[in-house]
Structures are given as C-alpha cells and as structure tokens.
C-alpha cells in the first residue's frame, strides 16, 4: 500500500515550485496560460483571495478558483495571497468536522537589476534589503472528515482577517485516467520495463467533480512481479492524485485506489 503524500511531499522551501510545476504541467498539456489570477476566489470580507492548489484537478492550473467542493478524507491545498507581506497569519476551521492540518508562509524578497529580476526566499521572521521588495502568499493544507460547510477563517493577532466559506463532501465515484487525458479508462494494458502515469478524479453523488489533495489516497497493487509502483519523480510536479505504473513482468495484476469508502480497482495486463 502507498499513500501519496509519503512518495510526494516536497521540501518546505520547494513548495511554491511545487505548485507552479503542477500549474505549468497543465498549461503544457492543455495549452493554457498557467497562471490566471482572475481564477482566484475572493474571501467574505473581499480582504484575501484564495486558489485550489494545482493537484486538485486533473484541469487544475496554478490558481483554481475554488468553485467545487472539496473531498473529505482527503488534505487540499488552498493558496491564500493579498495578505500584507509582512503579516504573520494564523489559520483555523469554524467547524470541528474539518481541520487546518498546517498553514506555512511562501516570502520572497525581490529585486531587479540590468540582469532582471531576482527572488531570494527568506523566512517569515527576515528582513528584506532596502532595494528589495517583500513578497508572500500562504498555502493551507484542509482537511473534513465528513460532508457540510465550514469556514476557513485567516487570522491576523487573533482577530479574523477574511474567511472563505468552503464545502465538503464524500466522493462516491472514482475515474482513472491515463496521464493527463480527462477520459476515463476500465484497463490498462503496458508492456515490459514500460512506465505509465494513472490519474484519479473524484465525484460526488450528483456528479460534480471534488478538489482532491496530497494525502487520503491509497494505492495498492495485487501483484507487484507483474507491475509495481514507478519512479514518483515522473509525477514531482504534474496532479498529486496520481500514480506512476511500471511494468516489471509479463502477467495479469491490478491496481486498487481507496478513499474513505470508496474503492475502484483497474485490471492490468503486462505483455
């Protein structure tokens, strides 16, 4: 069994890379800017804006609008931006069904000479140049354990700064996909020493697609002298949800992907 987050996890400092890797995967094989500030959602308070990290979607570029709800049992990255950059903000949920599992300040200290511009990444508690300007955004990891809305409240010396009204619920549908295609696939079928990239997208019960994260998410291989778990690096900087096949020897096996109580199975066949 392999839960993603344990083969994922970037370094602290790595992460801003992280998300714009998943932003431009995207935009690279969609063909889209990957950078689109206007997907962002404003707070209640029209204080903060907020963005789905890029792994929530298999579309997902870097700056989803947070216009779907997100699935429980799962951690969802929510990038917070337009806070002052010299702000030290705390998090919290208004509900104890869901949970703010961290909450990590991104600063960069910028400047620009005749060689263009240059971002040095500090700490929150240092100091930029005088001929640098401060910059920050805040990455949220969220979590629900079970379905209804919660609010994600950002703090500011303890008093509410902005919050955004966030919904959660219980995926009963699972696709797989491979790579970055949005059409679903039933098998797999790959050859010897051969890799492929699966990816999941989750659903609810009406059908509405669900933000999905960096951990929840269990993979399971029946037969791993048939087909085992591939080099993550394949995926370091494409959607979270997602898995690298490698084709070790020739035979039937599958795939299991479990989610709270969801389970979808692929069958792979190894030539």
């Given at each position: ?189 790959i050859s010897m020493g051969e890799t492929q990239v699966v990816t999941a997208s989750f659903f609810d019960e009406s059908g509405q697609e669900l933000a999905s994260g960096v951990t929840g998410a269990d993979w399971t291989f029946g037969d791993e002298s048939v087909a085992k778990f591939g080099s993550p690096f394949a995926i370091l900087f494409g959607p ?32």
């Open positions: 069994m392999l839960r993603l987050a344990s083969i994922l996890s970037a370094p602290k400092k790595n992460a801003l890379f992280a998300l714009l890797g998943a932003g431009l995967l995207g935009a690279t094989l969609t063909g889209c800017d990957p950078i689109d500030l206007d997907q962002r959602t404003p707070g209640n308070e029209g204080t903060l804006v907020f963005s789905y990290g890029g792994e929530a979607f298999l579309d997902c570029l870097f700056g989803c609008a947070i216009d779907r709800p997100l699935m429980t049992h799962t951690s969802v990255t929510i990038v917070v931006d337009d806070a002052d950059p010299s702000a030290v903000l705390t998090a919290r949920t208004s509900s104890t069904k869901a949970a703010v599992d961290s909450f990590e300040a991104h600063v960069t200290c910028q400047s620009e000479d005749a060689e263009g511009t240059h971002d040095r990444e500090v700490t929150i508690d240092e100091k930029c140049a005088a001929n640098e300007e401060r910059q920050s955004f805040w990455i949220a990891h969220v979590s629900a354990t079970a379905p209804g809305s919660f609010d994600l409240e950002i703090l500011d010396d303890g008093d509410v700064l902005d919050s955004l009204t966030l919904g959660a619920k219980d995926a009963t549908r699972a696709d797989l996909h491979l790579g970055s295609s949005t059409d679903p696939i039933t098998a797999l079928q979270y949800n997602a898995l690298v096949v490698e084709a070790t020897g020739p035979g039937a096996t599958s795939v299991s992907l479990h989610v709270g109580d969801l389970e979808v199975t692929l069958p792979i066949q190894v030539d």
